[in-house]
């Protein structure tokens, strides 16, 4: 079982930036793959974006490309989002997942693990 809590939201302005970090806790952090999912009002829930157990892989939604980053310290057992250039658009609940396994995992159905979420509000 591993437990996830996000922190970093808030209110920025459009062009502003966040940063979010989801820490972990429960079994060995640096065997699981983790994400970054949104969720706005009467929205589905949609993948920001990916990092492999080892941060050798990433991966992008290509609405937040080139303005996101992800990264995690295993040591730390906490993953982060850095966001720059925040639109109104980014405006949604963002929720931490993770999940055991060596690959990359695009789809919230594919992670067992999430953080209750934590929101962002983007103002234009």
């Known amino acids: 079982q591993v437990q996830l809590v996000e922190s970093g939201g808030g209110l920025v302005q459009a062009g502003g930036s966040l940063r979010l970090s989801c820490a972990a806790s429960?079994?060995?952090?640096?065997?699981?793959?983790m994400g970054w999912f949104r969720q706005a009002p009467g929205k589905e829930r949609d993948v920001v974006a990916t990092?492999?157990?080892?941060?050798?892989?990433?991966y992008y939604a290509d609405s937040v490309k080139g303005r996101f980053t992800i990264s995690r310290d295993n040591a730390k057992n906490t993953v982060y989002l850095q966001m720059y250039s925040l639109k109104p658009e980014d405006t949604a609940v963002y929720h931490c997942?993770?999940?055991?396994?060596?690959?990359?995992?695009?789809?919230?159905?594919?992670?067992?693990?999430w953080g209750q979420g934590i929101q962002v509000t983007v103002s234009s």
């Open positions: 997942a993770a999940r055991q396994g060596g690959g990359t995992y695009y789809y919230a159905t594919q992670y067992p693990y």
């Open positions: 429960g079994r060995a952090f640096s065997g699981y793959a």
């Open positions: 990092i492999s157990w080892s941060g050798a892989t990433t």
